[in-house]
């Protein structure tokens, strides 16, 4: 099981827009079978994740690893960084003008560097999902199977006001990170989940409501590992997801796609609606393209992706 970092540089990268970058690194981790020896799961990062999916510290460890659904007995799980994540990352410039195409271009580019014909599956949660969408809009071929999970493949105007308010909060706080973040973790649960958890109970040796208790350790816990530039950048790139950004319909885009396509949603996600995917699906359908939708059941929310392994275990048995 290969998992140090490595690094890929991309020279003289030209963005959607049509801008140059002298120089970009691209950092990624394989976790399984070594890069050209089996068949190569990408798997997309969330907006506050990185590049350790699997392995004890694993952000989706449940869900990959040995003989666990995605199986790195049989598959290489290749996971980058979005650059500007921070993880592990030095001198990047977060004045370079770029949206969540450009990522997925750097993304196809470091594909392409790595030697790697086909993927196998491109897997997504949250703003990795709608880079999942990005990447097979701008490379119809480039994976058998795509998984957006928890995502959409455009900012709604609802998810931009989110966005919106984010940055407000990261730019005129005393304490941006953390309050940003526990913004943030009332949209990833739900009314439901916080009242079944916490019950109206205290913390009294902190003089607190149990509720208050954990946003303010989500919040510190994120301070301590996440910067401000890194959530200020992260959040813009969140908010300029959109696949027909060039003009073009969404159902020119999906039709040239070659994947075949499922679609994951949580039936209780606040931030990105089932309805949303429920609209994209029934157009896909109607267009005959090879496309499914399957929902996750849960009290828990956008966060139901990271907590009802079980159920996602299940979707991705069925899949694979």
């Known amino acids: 099981m290969e998992e140090e970092l490595n690094h890929i540089l991309l020279e003289d990268f030209e963005t959607l827009s049509g801008s140059k970058i002298k120089k970009l690194q691209i950092s990624y981790q394989v976790f399984g079978k070594k890069l050209g020896s089996a068949p190569v799961i990408v798997v997309n990062h969330a907006l506050t994740g990185n590049s350790l ?61 790595l030697k790697i014909g086909k993927l196998h599956a491109i897997i997504g ?13 701008l490379k119809n071929d480039l994976a058998s199977i795509i998984i957006p999970v928890a995502a959409d493949w455009k900012a709604t105007d609802w998810l931009i006001a989110n966005t919106f308010l984010q940055d407000r909060i990261l730019k005129n706080s005393k304490d941006p990170v953390s309050d940003a973040r526990i913004h943030a973790m009332t949209f990833y649960r739900t009314p439901k989940s916080l009242n079944t958890r916490f019950n109206r109970t205290k913390n009294l040796d902190k003089n607190m409501y149990n509720v208050e208790s954990w946003l303010s350790h989500h919040g510190e816990k994120l301070r301590q590992r ?27 885009k999906i039709s040239k796609i070659k994947s075949s396509i499922h679609v ?35 009290i828990h929310g956008h966060d139901a992706f990271l907590i009802e392994t079980k159920q996602i275990s299940d979707i991705f048995t069925k899949i694979f």
């Not at 910067?227 to 159902?251: A, H």
């Not at 609606?273 to 496309?291: F, W």
Request: glycine share 8%; proline share 1%; charged share 20%.
């Open 264 to 298: 994951i949603s949580v039936d209780s996600d606040v931030f990105f609606l089932t309805d949303e995917d429920h609209e994209t699906v029934s157009i896909a359908k109607k267009n005959n393209i090879d496309i499914k939708n399957h929902i996750i059941k849960s």
């Open 53 to 113: 999916v699997s392995g004890i510290n694993g952000w989706w460890s449940d869900i990959i690893g040995f003989e666990k659904p995605i199986d790195t007995t049989k598959y290489s799980v290749l996971c980058f960084n979005i650059p500007g994540n921070g993880f592990n990352e030095n001198n990047f410039d977060f004045n370079l003008d770029l949206n969540l195409g450009d990522i997925a271009l750097m993304f196809i580019k470091a594909i392409d560097k």
């Open 125 to 137: 949660g949250s703003i990795g999902g709608c880079l999942t969408w990005e990447m097979i809009a």
């Open 226 to 252: 996440f910067s401000l530039e890194s959530y200020l950048f992260m959040n813009k790139l969140l908010s300029s997801t959109d696949i027909t950004r060039d003009g073009e319909s969404l159902i020119n």
